[in-house]
């Protein structure tokens, strides 16, 4: 990749101009001029710690208005710009590849309204989801989405990558959950889409278009959205499977007999609960150990009733040798601590020093193949291993099974060109192949870049590429990434 001449270099003008609008507290700059206003490094750096941009300037606007002005300036001097949220993507699109301009949106960290009748929030796109599910929880509200990442990450950033998360399976996805968007267009124009109903069939849905938009075409600023009462009683169970198969037989069984309680199916194969075991040392959930693992969260309105339910549940796919061994998590603590084991899988992965990650859809059936595949192809190179002349610690399977969505990571101690190169293209070819997703939830960013075209074919392309000329005809929204 090459810097592309057509955009300008940050001067001491811009920065002038910036200051003005803005004021120095949120225009950061580091290396434009003498002075470094801050330390700007964070703000170049993704969550991975794999991409790192070269920006010397990170604005801060705190309003829609100043979101316009400072977009409609880039675009007038072309100035290219990477919008950011909590910074906690994982395809490296929210750092810079070069020099473009970060635009943060911590400062736009309102919470606009609450309607408790019809449940619809409005709110700043900076919001950290943590916080926002917070303000709900008072209200007895839930927001319908939940992520790992919550502390930090943003509510407009998870609306930009059409994030998923671990209760998709019960609360859908946010292109149904988001009733109406707030956003700006690279020449300033404010795209005024903030309708809170629930219906609206007036002509093309355009929001849609910056949901999964991944920061190309426009800086969503505002948010609407649909939120769900938030359960009374809420159980978890932790299960141990001898087989891939009796996954799948579970979660069938989950769904018949949880139903309409059902709030997540989530799995874990032992590698990665082996990588959680090493880095934090916690007392394992189950006495024995065991080929897969499966998280079963219920959600519903009476504790007995579901209780019973989880608890017969359990009976019944133990009985019928589904289910080798499981735990029912006695109080909120024990929730906690048995979530902990599937949340604190990306965390503990990053330990030795680095991860390659695949987030990726594949028909249920064949979800665990590639892990497998993967890892034999792996050790037949004699690159994972216990000691350090083995880059690769563990190759690991885990996932949002409820939703066939798988997450291979291949966990590191260095990054290493030959474990890229058995890795890729290999692994998009295998989910070409059986007609998979190479981005299920994660978006394409600057990693899934080349690699488009494995899950979408040149006219889908093309109509993409249409629609980013159209709305950002001069290219300064994320440029370098997938589009
Ligand atoms: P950023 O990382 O800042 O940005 C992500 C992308 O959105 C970038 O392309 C950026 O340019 C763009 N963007 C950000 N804000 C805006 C805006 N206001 N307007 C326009 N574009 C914008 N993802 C899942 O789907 N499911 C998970 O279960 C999940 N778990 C995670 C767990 C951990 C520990 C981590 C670190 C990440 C996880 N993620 C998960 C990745 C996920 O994409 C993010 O956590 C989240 O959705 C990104 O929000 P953010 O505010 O950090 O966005
Ligand atoms: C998850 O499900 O834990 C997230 O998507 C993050 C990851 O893939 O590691
Ligand atoms: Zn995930």
């Known amino acids: 990749l090459k810097r592309d001449p057509k955009y300008a270099q940050v ?30 490094e964070p703000f170049n750096a993704d969550w991975m710690r794999k991409y790192r941009g070269h920006t010397k300037l990170v604005l801060k606007p705190s309003s829609t208005e100043e979101v316009s002005k400072v977009l409609k300036y ?114 300033g124009t404010i795209v005024d889409d903030l309708s809170t109903l629930r219906k609206n069939n007036t002509g093309y849905d355009l929001k849609q278009l910056f949901v999964g938009g991944e920061g190309t075409i426009g800086i969503i600023t505002g948010v609407s959205i649909l939120c769900p009462r938030r ?97 029912v998590a006695q109080d909120a603590t024990q929730v906690k601590s048995l979530w902990g084991w599937r949340e604190g899988i990306p965390e503990s992965l990053g330990y030795w020093g680095g991860v390659y990650k695949y987030d990726v859809s594949i028909p249920i059936s064949e979800l665990y193949g590639l892990v497998e595949e993967t890892r034999e192809k792996i050790a037949g190179a004699g690159l994972i291993g216990g000691s350090d002349e083995h880059p690769v610690v563990s190759v690991v399977g885990y996932g949002h099974m409820g939703d066939s969505n798988l997450h291979l990571n291949v966990a590191m101690r260095r990054y290493d060109k030959r474990v890229e190169a058995l890795l890729e293209p290999f692994v998009y070819e295998w989910i070409s192949k059986r007609n998979g997703s190479i981005s299920a939830e994660h978006g394409l960013g600057l990693a899934k870049k080349k690699y488009i075209g494995y899950s979408r074919s040149d006219t889908m392309i093309r109509l993409m590429k249409q629609l980013k000329d159209l709305y950002d005809p001069n290219g300064i929204m994320n440029p370098y990434k997938y589009i």
Not at 21 to 26: F, I, K, V
Not at 134 to 146: A, C, R, S, T, V
Not at 297 to 309: A, L, P
Request: charged share 20%; aromatic share 8%; glycine share 10%.
């Open 11 to 40: 001067t001491e003008e811009h920065i002038n101009f910036f200051w003005r609008l803005l004021g120095s507290e949120s225009a950061l700059i580091d290396g434009v001029t003498k002075d470094a206003t801050d330390d700007i």
């Open 74 to 187: 880039c675009n007038d001097n072309m100035l290219a710009v990477v919008p950011q949220g909590g910074n906690t993507g994982l395809v490296g699109g929210s750092v810079p590849v070069f020099d473009e301009v970060v635009i943060n949106m911590s400062r736009m960290n309102q919470i606009r309204s609450f309607d408790d009748v019809s449940g619809t929030l409005v709110a700043d796109a900076g919001c950290i989801l943590e916080v926002t599910d917070n303000f709900l929880k008072e209200k007895n509200y839930i927001f319908p989405l939940d992520l790992g990442a919550k502390g930090s990450c943003h509510i407009g950033g998870n609306v930009a990558t059409n994030a998923g998360g671990l209760r998709l399976l019960r609360y859908g996805s946010l292109h149904g959950n988001v009733l109406g968007i707030e956003a700006v267009l690279p020449d």
């Open 231 to 327: 359960s009374n009683a809420v159980n978890v169970a932790f299960l141990g499977l001898e087989s891939f198969e009796k996954v799948q037989e579970a979660f069938k069984e989950a769904k018949g007999q949880l139903s309409e309680i059902l709030s997540a199916f989530e799995l874990m194969d032992s590698y990665s609960q082996d990588v959680v075991y090493q880095v934090t040392k916690n007392n394992r959930p189950l006495e024995s150990e065991h080929p897969f693992y499966c998280l079963i969260e219920t959600s519903g309105s009476n504790s007995d009733h579901d209780n019973e339910k989880l608890e017969k549940f359990l009976e019944h796919v133990m009985d019928k040798n589904i289910v080798s061994d499981g735990v």
